[in-house]
């Protein structure tokens, strides 16, 4: 097996932004991408214009809001689940889970959490117990495992183009509790692809439309792709694909990546 490129990319709306992913698969062509915020029901998926572009896929969305997607070039991914464990109230769509590849893959677009602190940071921390939970019972089967998508969560300050912004001092994305949270679910065996690959520079995926953000460069990383311990090994690369966030209708989100080496 050749070397694996797997993306994530929160497209923020995929009818709005079919033209700028299409132009992204088309140049990038990586073999696996998980999609966020997807915003359209499972009927109007924009299937057809995917498998034109050389993708097969799964997808799990609701109207307007939320929804996650795993495409794949070539063969098509086999689903798991598509939801996360823990709570069979939520019916957010959030989660997907699927095999593809060689590797267990899941798209997952972690809650918000705004305004804090209130409800939706609560629910936002329940989730991430929920995930830290799930992403230990994936770890304990020794497959290897990316779990890539739109955590919410900026894990350190250097993941945010300044830390005593006044912009993001009371946001969820940047609270200690999250934060915390995050660096309890690497501690489980999972390592931060872009972090691993980028140790001491920023690598923002998203930029807010509001404030001039993208010309000023004030961005925040918050598109994250975790390796298994049993694919770690394999890492080659990681990056962001900065240069979506300037096409036109471009997402406030840029597409982050890694490349595994062929398994050994």
């Known amino acids: 097996m050749a070397s694996l490129r797997v993306a994530t990319f929160n497209v923020n709306d995929i009818k709005k932004r079919l033209g700028p992913l299409l132009a992204w698969l088309a140049r990038a062509s990586p073999d696996i991408v998980c999609l966020q915020e997807t915003?359209?029901?499972n009927a109007v998926f924009p299937a057809r214009a995917l498998r034109e572009a050389g993708y097969a896929g799964v997808w799990h969305g609701e109207r307007s809001w939320n929804g996650v997607a795993i495409l794949s070039k070539g063969s098509a991914p086999i689903e798991i689940r598509r939801a996360l464990p823990g709570d069979a109230t939520d019916k957010q769509c959030r989660y997907?889970?699927?095999?593809?590849?060689?590797?267990?893959v899941g798209s997952l677009y972690l809650p918000n959490g705004?305004?804090?602190?209130?409800?939706?940071?609560?629910?936002?921390?329940?989730?991430m117990e929920r995930l830290i939970a799930h992403?230990?019972?994936?770890?304990?089967?020794?497959?290897?495992?990316?779990?890539?998508?739109?955590?919410?969560?900026?894990?350190?300050d250097l993941?945010?183009?300044?830390p005593r912004s006044r912009t993001y001092a009371a946001n969820a994305l940047v609270q200690p509790e999250p934060r915390a949270a995050y660096q309890r679910l690497l501690a489980g065996g999972w390592l931060d692809a872009i972090r691993a690959r980028h140790p001491s520079e920023p690598m923002f995926t998203f930029w807010d439309y509001l404030r001039g953000a993208w010309s000023r460069n004030s961005g925040l990383?918050?598109?994250?792709l975790l390796l298994s311990q049993s694919l770690a090994p394999r890492l080659d690369d990681a990056g962001v694909d900065t240069w979506v966030r300037a096409l036109d209708g471009a997402s406030d989100h840029a597409p982050a990546w890694v490349t595994l080496r062929a398994a050994s």
């Open 39 to 41: 915003k359209v029901e």
């Open 96 to 104: 997907l889970e699927a095999a593809v590849q060689g590797v267990l």
């Open 114 to 127: 705004n305004p804090q602190p209130g409800p939706k940071f609560r629910y936002k921390l329940a989730w």
């Open 135 to 156: 992403a230990a019972s994936l770890a304990a089967t020794g497959h290897p495992v990316v779990l890539a998508g739109d955590y919410n969560v900026v894990p350190t």
């Open 159 to 162: 993941d945010i183009y300044n």
């Open 221 to 224: 990383r918050l598109d994250h």
